[in-house]
Nanobody, 124 residues
Framework: QVQLVESGGGSVQPGGSLTLSCETSGFSLDDYAIGWFRQAPGQEREGVACLASSDRTTYYPPSVKGRFTIVRDDVKKAVYLQMNTLKPEDTARYYC?????????????????WGQGTQVTVSS
């Protein structure tokens, strides 16, 4: 059974950094793509970082490219989202997701396994 547990959320000032963690179990990271998504109140869930299992290619939308980095740790069976230069518009609940397959479209509808999420608030 695929299980994903996020942690590391919190409050941070604009320009600050935060690293989210996603502990995984019940599957092999070699067989599943991993993604980080976020959802703000009243908005759709959007992909902010996706990592293919086949060739480890990554995708970031323009809104976070250059600021966010997805990192996979095969020893710890964990996936991290490193977030730098945070902005108030990054405020949202962040979710880790997994989907069997080498490459998966970085859109929420394409993913079936989700964690419970962790809240990130960027405010002065």
């Amino acid at each position: 059974q695929v299980q994903l547990v996020e942690s590391g959320g919190g409050s941070v000032q604009p320009g600050g950094s935060l690293t989210l963690s996603c502990e995984t179990s019940g599957f092999s990271l070699d067989d599943y793509a991993i993604g980080w998504f976020r959802q703000a109140p009243g908005q759709e869930r959007e992909g902010v970082a996706c990592l293919a299992s086949s060739d480890r290619t990554t995708y970031y939308p323009p809104s976070v490219k250059g600021r966010f980095t997805i990192v996979r740790d095969d020893v710890k069976k964990a996936v991290y989202l490193q977030m730098n230069t945070l902005k108030p518009e990054d405020t949202a609940r962040y979710y880790c997701a997994a989907e069997e397959g080498g490459i998966v479209l970085c859109q929420a509808f394409a993913w079936t396994s989700w964690g419970q999420g962790t809240q990130v608030t960027v405010s002065s």
